[in-house]
């Protein structure tokens, strides 16, 4: 998992590193949802789609 580049999308979102860091995964769905689904296929610092992919696994087996 790269939270390097989950980070840095969420700094591209306006979101501030304490907020970041305070996120639950949930969290950062919702902004992914509002904000970054969007973009299409343009990704921060180095996620990649199986990164994106990974992060959805982890929601659905019920991670926060």
């Given at each position: 998992m ?16 304490g ?29 990649t ?16």
């Amino acid at each position: 998992m790269d939270w390097n580049g989950l980070y840095l999308w969420a700094r591209q979102w306006g979101i501030q590193p304490g907020e970041f860091w305070d996120m639950t995964l949930s969290e950062w769905w919702a902004e992914w949802e509002s904000k970054g689904a969007n973009q299409g296929e343009q990704y921060a610092g180095k996620l990649t789609q199986a990164d994106v992919d990974e992060l959805l696994e982890w929601t659905k087996n019920g991670a926060t």
